[in-house]
């Protein structure tokens, strides 16, 4: 089977890339500019401290699911592969704060850890929600944390995905994720905190 592309249908699809490539970028220079890029060490520990939180949430999470012991197939798996990957981040992240690192809260789950319809939708929002915070946050990181950043964040949309996936919905959605405040965040996570 061959497929025939013509000059206009070709040009036509390059502009359609390139028109939407100019919107993300402006979106990109909006986000950068309304975020005040305050690049300074007190602000990557802030950030960091962040996404430290979010890690030690989400494995206090998968552990508490898994002990719980409802889980099976395929949710059994997730939980069992992405606990582990959110264990790895709280050491990585633990480590790259060294002594600025935050205590950890305690967490509740409610039944979140024990109804696997409840887990799926719960793991969905956590991932999701790292994941915009990783993007919302990145312009505001120096050069050296946002590489640290940058070797979680391509770990934690596969997490979303898969954590989607599980859900029934479409994995990648979209071809530009958005980016969300910390105060977004902090509203997500808020009801788990205790």
Known sequence: MSIRISRAGLFSRSLAVVGALGGSALG???LAASSGSQHSAVSDREILNLALLIARLQAAFYAEALKGGQLTGERHQFASVV??????HVSFLAAALGPHASHSPRFQFGDATTDPKKFVSTAESLESTSLGVYNGQAVNLTPQALAAAARI???EARHAAWARALAGKDPAPVAVDMPISVAKAKSVLAPFLV
């Open 153 to 155: 964040v391509s770990v």
């Open 83 to 88: 606990g582990a990957q959110e264990r790895t």
């Open 28 to 30: 990109a220079a909006e």
